[in-house]
């Protein structure tokens, strides 16, 4: 079983997508930037620990896993809301259903030039990588609190710890 670091709920509450937004439309773009952009920047070890503390229910505010929780609410959960929205824009305009892949449009819309949509996703990405160097920073000067994040053996992943190395879509016109 995976958990997310976020709940569709937040990620509309906190982003630019709309609260009527079928959850089932963005789910998997959650577990897509998790899986993808924060696991890549936690390292195997640290991402399986806060897997760990999030399924046993000891991110709580109680909980004796206080570092953990901040590092969660503060850092993780915005970097994540913003790679989400990075990965949900070119999907968003789309739908697959049994007559094959449609431009889904409401009624009382106008559709959105890919140009406009490259120019968004340009902006999210710049926030996603703001949000990155946060955490970045944070998990730097803490590293002490999170011991997982130097200790990846074997087939873990190494976290990446690089923030110039972070890929931001560049757009000429």
């Excluded at 990846?152 to 016109?173: E, L, T």
Aim: charged share 25%; hydrophobic share 35%; glycine share 4%.
């Amino acid at each position: 079983m995976k958990a997310l670091f976020i709940t569709p709920l937040e990620l509309k509450q906190r982003s630019i997508i709309d609260g009527n937004t079928d959850a089932d439309k963005i789910i998997y773009q959650i577990e897509a930037a998790q899986d993808m952009h924060v696991q890549n920047y936690l390292g195997g070890s640290l991402y399986n620990k806060l897997q760990a503390l999030k399924l046993s229910g000891d991110l709580e505010p109680s909980s004796a896993a206080s570092d953990y929780k901040t590092l969660v609410d503060d850092y993780i959960k915005p970097m994540l809301i913003w790679f989400t929205q990075l990965e949900y824009l070119p999907f968003a305009k789309f739908e697959i259903n049994n007559g094959g892949v449609e431009n889904h449009r409401n009624q009382n819309s106008d559709g959105v030039d890919y140009r406009d949509i490259e120019r968004l996703q340009s902006k999210v990405s710049d926030r996603a990588e703001f949000y990155t160097k946060r955490f970045l920073d944070h998990i730097c000067n803490n590293s002490t609190k999170y011991p997982e994040y130097n200790s990846n053996v074997n087939g873990d992943m190494y976290p990446d710890k690089d923030a110039n190395s972070f890929c931001s879509i560049v757009i000429w016109w």
